[in-house]
């Protein structure tokens, strides 16, 4: 599904009409600050704005976390929906009707396709939930009422059971559904005989809801464990599911992120650690339902709170989970704890909470560690330190740790750590940290990858001024800058594209661009639309002088290449016919020169 399936006329039709401070104002509280409008990012924790509106430009920017958008990308966010449903959203905000099947057949039918995945879903959750009400001596029940799962948190999580294979498909049937829409759901398969059957038969089923509260998945336990069975079944990748995507009570989070009242996020385990938790009143707990936290998961999460407490479970898959988690979460700078359960006392959150209680579980949490404290604590584990070769893998491993996540000044904290454990001076860790190669490796490659010379340095920057004054109407007359954009990068394709307006007489502004091209705070538009232009005396000698290099860049790169070609000219004669064109761009690269 791409945003171009919409007409770029109803889209800015729909922008039009739907002014981002309006909007924004509906989630976030702004004040005006000069020509801007400020808050606090909706998107991280922070206690001073950072979070800014240009309404001239109809585009937001965070300067804390760096997220950026137009309308469509703030109710995306804010709504956690596609592009699709936020141009729906928007739509309807300004009383208008979405494109007809004529102009967006394609779009429609997906998604329409998609609609008729979630009732089916919905249907499916309606009907495992009242299987679990209406039988009360089901085996599903009778392991709820062992795990002490109260009728509140049933109705809060929409928790079910299949009875059998038969049932789910037959009833669907009757609902109008056809075999195809029930595939593509998830929730029935193909037998042998070609008979369809319920995909969580004989299960108890854990319904799993996107940020906007529609049920996406399920996640079906077996209550009577088998050898041909597996403990868990689980949603394949449907329409409306990205596994990768998706967290075991997220929805909680954002109603709790809504009423400001999310500082910090418990991830757990399982569908029952989280429901547990909630059932006590700890409800900013969500579970990663046993697989990898994944990096949207962690952009997802970031998109709530900062500080998070990791409480997996304490056997080896858990410490290994913990681990991953660990790197994924502090990749996006996110303030990481762990918290780590006595084996001999309880194995997850559940069992703590059961034997424990809330209180015990509360002092718990409170004293969660440093995430880096955990790892360097937890790894020494693994060796004799009364060993020299041991400790010399131990104090490679630490290392190697703490300069990957590490700032300065928190290096010498965990330094100290170190040398506590392997009993070394601190100045030798300190200067093996600073003189070793850890992770310098992967820097060099970035670095020398992304390595300018003083000149390309030099004509990067004088794009950016120039497409930024372009976007800005402070210059019309772009003809003789097309020769600076003829590579195949995103600079270019921004020209390319506002060259196009220009020439069709078409109005443009920012807020367009978030349509058209992929902006994140690495993007090169990025900084295109954030350019700060110099008073308006130095702008245009800036300006002049940026065009006239920009025209000595051209020429020079043009002598260069007629260079080339007479170098490698095969024949005297052919040589010497490269020479009047060759002294033509030299007199004009003197010539601008002397301007």
Known sequence: MTRTSISHQFLDEVRSKN??????????????????????????????????IKQDGQFFKCFGCGESGNVFNLVMKMENVDFYTAVEI?????????????????????????????????????????????????????????????????????????????????????????????????????GERDNLYDFYGERLIFPIFNGFGDVVAYSGRAIVERDDRAKYKNTPQTLVFNKSEILFGYNFLRDLKKEHLLDTIIIVEGHIDVIACHQVGITNTIGCMGTALTPQHARKIKQLADNIILCLDGDGAGNLATYKAIDTLKSLNLNVKVVRLDPTVAKDPDEFLKKRGKEEFLD?????????????????????????????????????????????????????????????????????????????????????????????????????????????????????????????????????????????????????????????????IDQVINYEFPPDEVYKQYLDDTIRRVKIYELTKSLDELKSKMKNSSTVDEQISYLPKIKELQDKINKEKSK
């Open 364 to 524: 718990l949490l409170s004293r969660a560690i440093d995430c880096v404290d955990f790892v360097l604590t937890d790894s020494a584990k693994k060796y004799n330190l009364e060993s020299n070769s041991d400790k010399s893998k131990y104090i490679n491993e630490a290392l190697n740790y703490i300069s990957k996540f590490s700032s300065p000044a928190e290096r010498e904290i965990y330094l100290s750590a170190v040398q506590k454990m392997v009993k070394i001076p601190i100045d030798a860790l300190r200067k093996s940290l600073t003189t070793s190669d850890y992770g310098k490796s992967e820097e060099k490659e970035i670095v020398e990858s992304k390595m300018d010379t003083e000149s390309n340095k030099y004509i990067k920057d004088s794009k950016i001024m120039l497409l930024s004054s372009i976007l800005y109407k402070k210059i019309k007359n772009i003809d003789d800058l097309s020769g600076l954009f003829d590579s195949d990068d995103e600079l270019s394709s921004l020209y390319a594209f506002l060259k196009e307006k220009i020439d069709n007489n078409s109005e443009y502004n920012v807020s367009m661009l978030f349509d058209n091209f992929e902006i994140n705070d690495k993007s090169l």
């Open 90 to 190: 928007l739509a309807k905000n300004a009383g208008l009707q979405m494109p007809s099947e004529k102009d967006n057949k394609k779009m429609l039918e997906l998604k329409q396709k998609r609609d008729r995945i979630y009732q089916v879903l919905k249907a499916t959750t309606e009907f495992y939930h009242n299987n679990l009400l209406n039988s009360k001596n089901s085996i599903q029940k009778q392991y709820l009422e062992k795990r002490k799962i109260s009728d509140e948190m049933i109705e809060k999580f929409k928790i079910g059971a299949s009875l059998n294979f038969d049932d789910l498909p037959r009833h669907l049937r009757k609902l109008g559904f056809t075999p195809d829409e029930m595939i593509s759901a998830g929730v029935v398969g193909h």
């Open 19 to 52: 002014d981002i401070v309006d909007v924004a104002s509906k989630y976030i509280t702004l004040n005006r600050r000069g020509g801007n409008y400020w808050a606090c990012c909706p998107f991280h924790n922070e206690k001073t704005p950072s979070f800014s």
